[in-house]
């Protein structure tokens, strides 16, 4: 049964994935469609992005009255009807109306899901769903470039999606009798007076630090991501139609990093893996920052892509044990809150020096960003520790 389980869990953070890089691919096509600036699709991505820290913040609220599995299979059938909403959108507006239910739903099935497997399951599963999670981010786009290529309308690529989630919200429900050790963990959950409000979660000794070093993670991530193209265009001397494709090296290094990272774990803690990741994603660094042209900023952006694989998964992994099994979905919840800010705030910020001074200046931003990850988690680890 507990094995069921994991399989469920598995094709769950699957899903997770498939929609998330749909709207940049269909994009293209949309706006066009609906007759809006190309760069509308920040509004929409930033009302997904919103909801998702709605539905963190408010994590444990749901948790304490659904419990883990019912919130998951409840945060799914969301993003399944926000998803289906979408393939029927013939408007901007509608748009707009569909990516709240999507953006309410990923929230909850991130904060509640990454909750359970950190209770209940070791660090290399976390790892490997992550790796999962990455496998689902890629289809994706190859869905809606199917759709596409075979004379379909944009809308086909959600509308299959949204049957795959569907036919997921059903398992989830079916599966509810199989999601064992959640019961005593919600019992005592339950107990607490109530839930935690975000003032009280932040007064919690480490709180801040775990916030600020996920913050600064989640920043540095899609920050690498998103300008990884332009950067390659100015400092290694690509055309623009070779650097979209060759700025998958980042994505796969983080993909084929989450994979090994599962391993890895097997011998090495939470606290080692972070500090692997940092030391690789250094590495990366200095890379792209060496007078070598293409070679050193491609090498440069896998090693990041590699040094950001075991991060993410390992600082979910280790709450439990830094802040109990009690305060972890409290925790979890504002953590992923965190996480989404800094997907919609540095970014922009970076947008903002690249377009001032150079977009050759992403390796020091990163290195910005990458210093105060570490600085905190090094000071979390310091207290926890009791040094």
Request: glycine share 12%; with cysteine; proline share 4%.
């Amino acid at each position: 049964m507990i094995h069921l389980l994991l399989a469920v869990i598995y094709i769950t953070f699957i899903s997770l994935g498939l929609p998330d890089a749909l709207l940049g691919a269909a994009w293209p096509t949309i706006y066009r469609e609906f007759e809006v600036p190309l760069s509308y699709a920040g509004v929409v991505s930033t009302i997904i992005c919103m909801g998702t820290i709605v539905s963190s913040l408010n994590s444990e609220r749901v948790a304490k009255k659904l419990g883990s599995g019912k919130m998951t299979a409840c945060s799914v059938a969301l993003t399944a009807l926000g998803l289906f909403g979408f393939s029927c959108c013939n408007a901007f507006w509608q748009l707009c109306l569909w990516a709240i239910p999507y953006g309410l739903g990923a929230g909850g099935v991130d904060a509640a899901l990454n909750n359970y497997v950190a209770l209940h399951y070791k660090s290399h599963h976390m790892n490997w769903l992550h790796c999962m999670w990455g496998i689902g981010a890629a289809t994706g786009p190859y869905i809606m470039g199917w759709a596409l290529s075979g004379g379909q309308p944009w809308n086909m690529g959600y509308r299959y999606i949204s049957i795959f989630q569907v036919c997921l919200t059903l398992l989830l429900f079916l599966s509810l009798p199989l999601w064992r050790g959640q019961k005593q963990l919600h019992h005592r959950m339950a107990a607490a007076e109530k839930p935690l409000t975000a003032k009280e979660i932040f007064q919690i000794p480490g709180a801040k630090q775990i916030v600020v070093t996920f913050f600064c993670y989640c920043g540095l991530e899609q920050t690498a991501g998103l300008w990884a193209a332009s950067y390659l265009v100015l400092k290694g001397g690509m055309a623009a139609v070779d650097a979209a494709s060759y700025a998958a090296m980042f994505y796969l290094g983080i993909t084929a990093g989450r994979g090994i990272s599962g391993f890895l774990s097997f011998r090495l803690n939470d606290k080692n893996m972070i500090r692997l990741g940092c030391g690789i994603i250094l590495l990366g660094i200095v890379a792209m920052l060496l007078p070598l042209g293409r070679f050193s900023a491609l090498g440069g952006l896998l090693l990041v892509g590699l040094g950001c694989a075991p991060i993410y998964p390992s600082i979910i992994h280790s709450i439990p044990a830094l802040f109990g099994a009690e305060r972890s979905q409290a925790v979890i919840g504002v953590q992923m809150a965190s996480a989404y800010v800094g997907f919609c705030v540095m970014p922009p910020l970076f947008g903002l020096i690249a377009g001032w001074i150079s977009a050759a200046l992403l390796p020091l931003f990163l290195l910005f960003l990458l210093v105060g990850m570490a600085g905190f988690h090094e000071r979390l680890r310091k207290r926890a520790e009791g040094k």
